[in-house]
């Protein structure tokens, strides 16, 4: 099976955009994620997917994290932690009893670890949720390698 034919046909499906955010050695921390699912009304559940070769995905090993789900607005924000450097940008944080959180996402969602499974190049990482905020506003979307945000705006003020 072709493997980058397989991701691209994945790539098919469009999705909101999270960071997934932890605090280890007194520093904050945090991983780009479109593989967010929830799990579990009670109790109450979500997951997130990261590919083994990342470092995050040893670092977030049994750590309290923070799953963010960014806002339109953000776009900057999920390259930032994607590993693109964004010159000039600063990430603004906010520090919870859970961990750090992102300011300015969409909605948040605090988790104690709850289960670790692996799953092929990847971990699954459950988490159980402790607290939870959430506000208006449009989500950042994903699909076929491509922020949706701008195509999606220019589409509305075209058939305007």
């Not at 309290?64 to 953000?74: H, K």
């Not at 988790?111 to 799953?119: D, L, N």
């Not at 402790?130 to 076929?144: A, D, I, V």
Request: charged residues 30%.
């Amino acid at each position: 099976m072709d493997v980058r034919e397989l991701r691209n046909c994945f790539g098919h499906f469009a999705t909101g955009v999270t960071v997934v955010t932890w605090k280890k050695d007194d520093r904050y921390h945090g991983i780009t994620v479109n593989a967010f699912t929830s799990v579990s009304l009670d109790p109450p559940l979500l997951l997130v997917s990261i590919d083994k070769k990342a470092k995050a995905c040893s670092m977030l090993e049994d750590r309290p994290f923070v799953v963010n789900i960014l806002s339109s607005d953000q776009e900057k924000t999920a390259w930032q932690f994607a590993g693109k450097e964004q010159e000039g940008f600063e990430v603004e944080w906010e520090e919870t009893d859970t961990g750090p959180r992102l300011k300015g996402a969409l909605a948040n969602f605090e988790c104690m670890p709850w289960q670790r499974h692996e799953a092929g190049d990847h971990i699954l990482y459950l988490g159980e949720i402790k607290e939870f905020s959430y506000g208006n506003g449009e989500p950042l979307m994903f699909c076929r390698g491509k922020f949706l945000n701008d195509q999606i705006r220019e589409n509305q003020r075209v058939n305007q």
